[in-house]
């Protein structure tokens, strides 16, 4: 397997961190999710699927060094407009269904994210499909 860097923990990467620790948080990564987190990434930053899995490549690595969810989402806040913040929580839901189950352990890291975007329960909670 070639290296990963470890990519600066710029917006772009906390957002691709955070879609991944949506995915992880109920213990399965599934391809499904991966798959999800790939296309979200090329869509959101006009990639292609070789760049998108590349970067969520990166993202998995800052995933794994950040273990603070709030910290990840902070870095994301700062540099995020509202109407982009939308867009990022529905997001981070698409992940969250990407597997067909809805699990508690998926919401509470939306939940701090979108606590640390400064959105209500019920504003992220009508963000999701």
Known sequence: AEFTPMPEADA??????LLVRVA???????FQEI???DHLLADMYGLNAVEAARM?????????AMPD???LAHILSCDVTSGERDTLVKALWLVADADG???DTE????????????????AAAALRS
């Open 12 to 17: 772009r990467h906390a957002l691709g961190a």
């Open 24 to 30: 992880k948080a109920d213990g399965a990564y599934l």
């Open 35 to 37: 798959e999800e987190i």
């Open 56 to 64: 969520r490549a990166e993202c998995e690595r800052l995933e794994h």
């Open 69 to 71: 969810t709030a910290e």
């Open 101 to 103: 189950q809805r699990h």
């Open 107 to 122: 919401q509470q890291v939306v939940a701090i994210a979108t606590q640390t975007f400064g959105m209500s329960p019920e």
